[in-house]
């Protein structure tokens, strides 16, 4: 584990409210990483968060529908979500599990619930895919919960405070505990770190070393979490909010204060592609002819 202690941990630079919206057949949801902020939050082109205990918000799913040239990361804190593609993959999301699909030159396929009541919680990330490989060949995991590595903090690993607190590791490194995707970084040059981070009853502090170079923001689904910056001010950063962090500092602090009850939040970091983003809807491409040319094949039943 490192002992590592941030010098200058990065600041937030703007909080981001989610836009409440609905996709597939009508789920709701709310958009917090939007259109306007993908080349500030460059490789990530959005990130949805779904919370619900009416089947009403949720029951009719998301029925076929096509991708092109991006990878989407499904993250279930609660329910069950049936996937299916045109490429033969199939598998079973659910609590605390993940579902990374990278889309590629194409495919069709749906996420439906296999729930006809209960909570059902998540989040799907967009992550985007350099020029070279968008139209490589589609790929699909299910990372069950059991297969995520997790580690709790002490005082040996960069936590201060009493209380130590669970981190999940998705992706990336942290602390010496490597994540379930581990790729190599010259073929998947965003290098994405995707921590949840569970902050106990009490207060705790959490640092997480991170690349200047890499744009990074945090996401916080309860309670409230506060970010350190290097003068020793602490931005609070509400229940339902993202924090885009600034990209100077070698870092970020993150603490719960004395006595608060749990919080968890998402932290997420890349980075940039620094290439052109051309979306239109289902597909992420570099140029507008290419946008178009996938527009054709869907509709000549060209994808997958």
């Known amino acids: 584990m490192s002992t590592a ?124 895919l350099p020029g070279r490989d968008k139209l490589c060949t589609p790929w699909y995991r299910d990372i069950q919960s059991a297969d995520i590595p997790e580690f709790t903090t002490s005082a040996t690993n960069g936590a201060q405070g009493p209380h130590g607190m669970l981190v999940r590791v998705i992706s990336g490194h942290s602390h010496g505990v490597g994540g379930a995707m581990q790729r190599p970084a010259d073929q998947f040059p965003t290098d994405v770190l995707y921590l949840d981070l569970h902050f106990p009853e009490g207060g705790a502090t959490f640092e997480q070393p991170l690349p200047a170079l890499h744009n990074a923001f945090i996401y916080v689904y309860r309670g409230t979490v506060q970010v350190q910056d290097a003068a020793g001010s602490e931005t609070p950063v509400p229940l339902h909010r993202m924090a885009i962090l600034s990209n100077s500092g070698d870092g970020v602090r993150l603490s ?34 290419e946008l178009m040319q996938a527009v054709h094949d869907f509709q000549n039943g060209l994808l997958g």
């Open 256 to 289: 719960t204060a004395p006595g608060s009850p749990p919080a968890r939040a998402l932290l997420i970091a890349g980075m940039p592609l620094r290439e052109p983003i051309a979306q239109y809807g289902p597909f992420v491409m570099n140029t507008r002819e």
């Open 5 to 128: 202690t941030l010098t200058t941990p990065r600041r937030v630079e703007r909080l981001v409210t989610g836009q409440p919206t609905s996709d597939g057949a009508g789920v709701k949801l709310t958009r917090v990483l939007t259109h306007d902020l993908q080349q500030r939050l460059d490789p990530f082109l959005m990130l949805d968060n779904f919370a619900s205990d009416n089947p009403d918000d949720y029951g009719a799913g998301f029925p076929n529908h096509p991708h092109r040239g991006f990878e989407t990361v499904t993250y279930m804190i609660a329910g069950r979500m049936r996937h299916k593609d045109s490429a033969g993959h199939e598998g079973l999301l659910q609590n605390g599990g993940v579902q990374w699909m990278t889309t590629g030159r194409g495919l069709v396929h749906s996420e439906m619930p296999e729930q006809e009541e209960g909570v059902m919680e998540g989040f799907q990330l967009w992550l985007n």
